[in-house]
């Protein structure tokens, strides 16, 4: 099945580092992707889609400068939190649709990255 | 716009017993709806989805879920739940045919399952 691979799963780093995350569908083609945040006990808030060879659309509120997104390929998207502080500690989780198929395939998920500012 | 509610935040069932984690959506036109599962730490992993045709659609794990278009249900059931069963559903709609839009989710309905 389909199968989107994210990296790194887990990140515990000193305020200040920038740090990126990186998704890949490993055996599709995904022309947008998706880029989600969960707070504990909460759903998932979307972020920003991310769109190959272009640039990413962001959701209200959230801010692109601190949030860069690139979708450079059409397996690979990185979301990058730049400058990070504690208050960007949460859980990212990629997403990822097969481009070929139409909008009834569903979704495919990564595996989240848990990050930690300290 | 399109949105999903998900009216449990918990659910508790026996295990062997029958469960069910009620989902209702609202979208301009024709819905398209899934069920996905979260265990700790990990993704949303999916489950199940309607599109068209047969109100009953049949998913992964055993779970089923009833498309019901006058009540704009589409609530997610098992015939006998599994302490195994125990994590984080997700409920998610798009409108069909809206191009390569995200899937708006409900908040998320913790199931527990007592053995």
């Known amino acids: 099945g389909a199968v989107v691979s994210q990296h790194p799963s887990r990140v515990i780093c000193k305020s200040g580092t920038s740090v990126k995350i990186e998704c890949r569908s490993l055996d599709f083609q995904a022309t ?77 998920f990564g595996d989240g990255t848990r990050l930690s500012i300290l | 716009a399109q949105s999903v509610a998900q009216p449990e935040d918990q659910v508790n069932v026996a295990e062997g017993n029958p469960l069910t984690v009620k989902c209702t959506y609202s979208v301009s036109g024709n819905p398209y709806l899934f069920w996905y599962v979260q265990y700790p730490n990990r993704g949303l992993q999916f489950l199940l989805k309607y599109i068209t045709g047969d109100n009953l659609v049949k998913g992964s794990y055993g779970f089923e879920a009833e498309f019901n278009k006058s009540q704009t249900s589409f609530h997610l059931k098992k015939p006998s739940a599994l302490v195994s069963d125990s994590a984080l559903y997700f409920c998610a709609v798009r409108e069909g045919d809206s191009g390569n839009t995200p899937l708006v989710f409900g908040k998320g309905t913790r199931l527990s399952v007592i053995a």
């Open chain 1, 32 to 108: 947008t992707m998706f880029w989600y945040r969960q707070f504990p006990k909460q759903s998932l808030m979307l972020m920003a889609t991310s769109n190959e060879g272009s640039k990413a659309t962001y959701e209200q509120g959230v801010e692109k400068d601190k949030f860069l997104i690139n979708h450079a390929s059409l397996t690979l998207s990185t979301l990058t939190v730049t400058s990070a502080h504690p208050e960007d500690s949460s859980f990212y989780i990629c997403s990822a649709r097969d481009s070929r198929g139409r909008g009834s395939q569903p979704q495919h």
